[in-house]
């Protein structure tokens, strides 16, 4: 692994390996299989304090560079896409409040973090996916408190989370302008889970509805202001891509991983099939992509850590890292040739976990429109 990360960071990506060895490869399995959000295990990762990487060092976190968390969410990744999604996905469901919350808020919800919570992003609507703006949650001013009232689906950790934050209308009128962002603890009244999605990979992770029936938070929720949810929905996405890339450049690393060492014990015409020129070209190129995707999700964090722009190095990031993490993950299906294709052997999940980073935080078409807006410019 290539990336350039301190010293602490080391010591830290040292144990997270250790930790997701001894207590997630292996148990990862058998919850892909039946689906079951693997409580003990992230109860385990809350105990080391793994799910709190993100949370800035002002209000009790480690202290850590975002690519030095990279590092480690990377490795969790290796291990089990899944379970580096639902850490990762905590941190996006932090984001709106890190961007534009009060210090009031922002040390809310690092305390709910370090208390063992995990937070969740509420945008996608079953109306309204890539066209965000079309969504039909609202949200009424009613004396000193908003009542919110939509549903909102494809929600990861939704049924877990202590915390979410969550997009809806203020005024109808002003379209993407009329949104506005709110803080929504778990617990209150008019909140609840709907629909558990039954997917086809990260199945370690929990995707479910999300839904405000008159759900009244107090006004001090609000984050930011009322008409600017929409600029801060986009904002926390342009950071969240970057850490999708990430996750998948693990699963590609995954990929390469499993084939060498395959590949090192697979005998065919008398010899390892690695040492046939093939074979390595092949490991060759899964390698020489990864790597390119890694170092454009460190060159986008790095961004990000300098306070620069990075709304196109973050979407390159995720759309060629995820593009790269399903050509690996099919690359290492074939080098076990017909292994590869049960559920015995270990590369076929690689394959049906990839598949969503494709697809959220924005699906990669969107991220094409947006390397093009942004380096075509104005026309």
């Not at 996905?89 to 208390?115: F, H, M, N, W, Y």
Request: charged share 25%; hydrophobic share 40%.
């Amino acid at each position: 692994m290539a990336y350039l990360i301190s010293e602490e960071a080391q010591d830290l990506l040292k144990d997270v390996k250790r930790f997701c060895e001894n207590e997630v490869v292996e148990q990862c399995k058998e919850y892909d299989r039946s689906g079951e959000w693997p409580k003990e295990i992230y109860d385990k990762a809350i105990e080391q304090g793994y799910h709190a990487l993100e949370v800035p060092e002002e209000y009790g976190g480690p202290g850590l560079s975002r690519v030095d968390v990279a590092a480690l969410i990377e490795e969790m990744a290796i291990a089990d896409a899944g379970f580096a999604t639902t850490i990762s996905a905590s941190g996006l469901g932090t984001k709106p409040v890190l961007i534009a919350g009060s210090d009031e808020q922002k040390k809310r919800v690092c305390d709910i973090i370090l208390e063992g919570g995990f937070g969740a992003f509420c945008l996608t609507e079953p109306g309204a996916g890539s066209d965000a703006g079309a969504g039909k949650t609202t949200a009424v001013l009613d004396g000193d408190e908003y009542v919110l009232n939509g549903r909102k689906c494809f929600i990861t950790n939704g049924g877990v989370a202590s915390f979410y934050c969550v997009t809806a209308m203020t005024d109808k009128s002003q379209g993407t302008r009329g949104i506005s962002m709110f803080l929504v603890e778990k617990g209150t009244p008019g909140l609840s889970t709907g629909h558990e999605e039954d997917k086809m990979g990260i199945r370690t992770s929990n995707t479910c509805d999300v839904v405000f029936e008159d759900c009244r938070i107090p006004k001090e929720n609000l984050l930011g202001e009322e008409g600017k949810g929409f600029k801060i929905a986009m904002q926390t996405l342009d950071q969240a891509r970057t850490w999708m890339g990430c996750v998948s450049a693990g699963i590609a690393q995954r990929g390469i991983n499993e084939a060498i060492a395959y590949g090192k014990e697979r005998v065919q015409f008398g010899r390892p099939i690695l040492k046939f020129q093939a074979m390595q070209f092949k490991i060759a190129d899964m390698a020489i992509k990864t790597e390119v995707a890694r170092q454009m999700v460190a060159h986008s964090l790095t961004l990000m850590d300098q306070g620069l722009p990075h709304s196109k190095e973050s979407a390159i990031a995720k759309c060629f890292a995820s593009d790269i993490a399903m050509e690996v993950a099919s690359e290492a299906i074939q080098v076990f040739g017909g292994y590869g294709y049960s559920r015995e052997y270990p590369v076929e999940k690689l394959l049906r976990d990839a598949k969503i980073f494709q697809i959220f935080e924005g699906s990669n078409e969107i991220q094409r429109i947006v390397v093009a807006n942004n380096t075509i410019g104005r026309i």
